[in-house]
């Protein structure tokens, strides 16, 4: 009853090809814009904005990257951190080289680099499958990592073997570096966040995706059928690539500030990863969901206790905290293997059959 | 700005009803703790956050806080994960703390270009940035007693008393095992100068975080290299290996010197009775006998309001934690004794920090005699005050003082510093120029 298409035509192609082809969607999404871009900034504390809010982008962000690999494709990877990290220290090195040119320019460009990095780690993909693909993923992790560890010129030198940010500004406004405030942040990382996952959205749903999709049900059916599986699983790696280098250069640049190489280490792959798998494989609002879930609840089980005004040891809430989250992923992934992508296209289709059940 | 201010009064006057807590938070000084309990390096934190909480604790209960004015101690559990640290920092910066202790080198360098523009002092003692000991360029960091720099001038003024002069390691090798991240790495610059100079060869060998506790390849290389003094600069889980693995080797123990971080108790239960000879810089005094130690175990332990295991109080990485609470109260102290205010600010504090003056006897006041270095060259230009350490020796069953005060090569660290906070400042342009004023009797 609430989401009837009942008595929405469509006239042309354009209308049925719109990216929310129902007017429910169209208002529910502009609802959603509306409050990230006004309501969350004027109404939420600086805690929530910069420790909630812009991993929370920031990690969505990179979890479309790994979900347009894995859900899509279905290339497994292990790598996401290290390709998150080529675009942070890429980004770092271009800062330094030139420290006029707009920060989220360079950002943005830093993905490139990523992606290309990312398509190097592709080429065993054209010729393995599965299980080795992923443990070829994670020598590039594993290769990355060491990189990141071994290689002085990544961070100029720095005898702390550290990216430090320097501030950048945009319009007089610092973006980076500690005068940047949560707000200014956070609304950065919004825009290039909301902008990417467009372009992901109108990716997935065209040529490019089709044939991703084509290659991950049958990849010889695929090939049957037209489709260059070198090209499509190569492009795969580096759009996926692409977008966790941003992820990755946002976390150091507007989040974290700094960063170590221990920053994008082997758990923070499988975080992204988990992300994807319970937020939904193949679904983009999935990674929304899974990001929010992996990264907001321990935060919100750990002020729960405060909340409530029970006094509990950090160190207890952290225990708790592993086994709450622990038992409702298994328990998600049980009720729902299909991820939380799923739950919600699950009870859009009971509002629309509401108030009468199957 | 309007609608933010009455949405958070709408929020605020939800709150009142349920939470009273927050009248309290005037009259109390905010010191909150970032410490780890879980996590690889929970072995080494934990003893820590205990030494840290319970000294504080400690003044709340037996003088009603510091001049007259109650602590209110929060831990905050960071797992020494970075992000979990910034997250931390964001979640106590709201509530007005007077310092910030990060407990990790990762964490601090976060925290560095923050601290300036949110006027929140940050105590790394002894760790963290060597660099930030300049005072004229980071006026919001401290880190006395001693920069890593200061530690290794030390061990190799200790070696060269052992080798009778440091030209006789000549020819000889040196190993270097380290944890692979800043923390490791920033001693190299001097240990390669060091080589130079002394003409002896360096071999580096580094441990990643993720192999903590799978150090054999290294010392395969240790075993076949054969170095004649083996130095570590390692922390959690490390330590306990590589004394093992050490002993596993045959390594001759009175040979193998830590930093003070490698210095724990259960670092050197690690390798058993083997371990016997191991040793490690210390700065702080070992043992209950304190009358400080005393009060704490009366106050605190004995009354059931501390996590401190019976047999763990008293041990060194305990005893470092109270240390690192006797340099927050003596900063809260002096802050108070400077402003006259008694509810002080993380300004104020920074000011007390700037004219830190732990005497002899002003530790023998505390409670705390010959506990640690007078700390005297605290100022504004330096944040450090390279400060001395000793040699502690493990017997087999517990740690022993076996050398007197080892003051540093301040006059080999000092050039190294400047040009590091030059080279971080030039890299972080534009770094802000120094406009807290400095105190007359600092």
Redesign the interface.
């Known amino acids: 009853m609430f989401y009837r298409e009942t008595g929405q035509y469509k006239t042309d192609y354009a209308a049925d090809m719109a990216l929310f082809p129902i007017r429910q969607d169209r208002i529910g999404i502009a609802l959603i814009l509306i409050i990230a871009f006004v309501v969350i900034p004027l109404t939420m504390s600086s805690f929530t904005l910069s420790a909630v809010m812009i991993p929370v982008l920031i990690f969505s962000l990179a979890a479309i990257g790994l979900n347009l690999l894995t859900g899509y494709t279905g290339l497994i990877s292990l790598g996401t951190a290290g390709f998150m990290g080529v675009g942070a220290y890429a980004c770092y090195k271009f800062t330094t080289w030139f420290p006029g040119v707009n920060i989220i320019v360079l950002i943005l460009a830093s993905g490139f680099v990523a992606a290309a990095v990312g398509a190097v780690f592709g080429l065993p993909s054209l010729r393995i499958k599965g299980f080795y693909l992923t443990v070829a993923t994670l020598a590039a992790q594993f290769f990355l990592s060491w990189c990141f560890v071994r290689l002085p010129w990544l961070v100029n030198y720095n005898i702390s073997n550290a990216i430090e940010v320097p501030t950048r500004t945009i319009l007089d406004i610092p973006v980076t570096g500690p005068n940047a405030t949560p707000v200014t942040r956070y609304l950065v990382v919004l825009s290039i966040v909301v902008f990417m996952t467009w372009i992901a959205s109108n990716l997935v749903r065209g040529r490019i995706g089709r044939s991703w999709m084509a290659v991950r049900d049958m990849d010889i059916a695929a090939e049957l059928i037209g489709i260059r599986l070198y090209r499509t699983k190569l492009l795969a790696f580096a759009v996926s690539s692409y977008y966790c280098g941003v992820a990755g250069a946002l976390m150091v640049f507007l989040w974290l500030g700094a960063a170590e190489a221990d920053s994008f280490n082997i758990n923070q792959s499988f975080i992204i990863l988990f992300m994807v798998i319970i937020g939904g494989l193949g679904s983009l609002i999935g990674s929304f969901f899974g990001a929010i879930f992996i990264w907001g609840l321990p935060i919100l089980l750990r002020s729960a206790p405060e909340f409530f005004g029970v006094s509990i040891a950090a160190a207890t809430v952290e225990h708790i905290q592993y086994m709450v989250v622990g038992a409702l992923i298994i328990f998600f992934l049980i009720v729902e293997p299909h991820g939380l992508a799923r739950l919600w296209q699950i009870a859009k289709q009971k509002l629309r059959m509401w108030p009468f059940p199957y | 700005m309007l609608?933010?201010h009455l949405?958070?009064g709408i929020a605020l006057a939800g709150f009142v009803g349920?939470?009273p807590?927050t009248a309290s938070a005037q009259e109390s000084i905010y010191v909150p703790l970032l410490?780890y309990?879980?996590g690889p390096f929970a072995g080494s934190g934990l003893p820590i956050a205990n030494g840290m909480n319970d000294y504080l604790q400690m003044l709340n209960e037996r003088d009603g806080g510091i001049g007259g004015v109650k602590l209110t101690i929060e831990?905050?559990?960071t797992?020494y994960d970075?992000?979990r640290g910034?997250?931390c920092y964001?979640?106590v910066?709201?509530k007005k703390p007077v310092v910030v202790n990060p407990y990790s080198?990762?964490i601090t360098?976060?925290l560095?270009?923050?601290a300036?523009?949110?006027k929140i002092p940050v105590l790394s003692m002894a760790y963290g940035?060597s660099?930030s000991a300049v005072g004229d360029e980071f006026p919001w960091i401290f880190n006395p007693p001693a920069t890593y720099w200061d530690g290794l001038s030390m061990i190799f003024r200790y070696i060269g008393d052992k080798e009778g002069g440091l030209e006789k390691l000549k020819g000889k090798t040196i190993g270097y095992i380290f944890f692979?991240?800043?923390y490791g790495?920033?001693p190299i610059?001097l240990l390669e100068q060091f080589a130079k100079d002394y003409g002896f060869e360096v071999k580096l060998y580094?441990v990643?975080?993720?192999e903590m506790q799978n150090q054999s390849a290294q010392w395969l290389n240790v075993r076949r290299d054969k170095p004649a003094w083996m130095i570590m600069w390692g922390w959690g889980a490390m330590n306990p290996t590589a004394v093992r693995e050490a002993t596993r080797i045959n390594y001759p123990m009175d040979k193998f010197v830590g930093i003070w971080w490698s210095g724990g108790e259960d670092d050197a239960r690690g390798g058993g009775t083997d371990a016997k000879g191991y040793l490690t810089l210390n700065f702080n005094g070992l043992g209950t006998q304190y009358p400080a130690l005393q009060d704490i175990q009366k106050f605190v332990l004995d009354k059931g309001k501390s996590?401190t295991p019976k047999d763990k109080f008293g041990e060194n990485l305990y005893n470092r934690g109270v240390y690192n609470s006797v340099l927050i109260a003596e900063a809260i102290r002096n802050a108070q004794r400077i402003t006259g205010k008694k509810v002080v600010t993380g300004d104020d504090v920074r000011r007390g920090f700037e004219s830190l003056k732990i005497s002899a006897a002003r530790w023998k006041e505390l409670g705390l005699p010959e506990f640690g270095a007078p700390i005297e060259a605290v100022s504004c230009s330096d944040h450090n005050g390279h400060h001395a350490a000793y040699m502690q020796q493990w017997d087999g069953t517990k740690w022993v003082r076996v050398s007197d005060w080892i003051s540093p090569m301040k006059e080999r660290v000092r050039p190294l510093l400047e040009a590091?906070a030059k080279?971080?400042v030039s890299?972080?342009?534009?770094w802000p120029k120094r406009t807290e004023s400095c105190d007359k009797s600092s």
């Open positions: 609608t933010r949405a958070m349920t939470a807590i410490t309990r879980t831990e905050c559990e797992g970075t992000k910034v997250e964001e979640q910066k709201a080198t990762g360098l976060q560095i270009p923050k300036a523009v949110d940035l660099a692979d991240g800043g790495r920033e610059p580094p990643p975080a993720t996590q590091a080279d971080y890299k972080n342009q534009p």
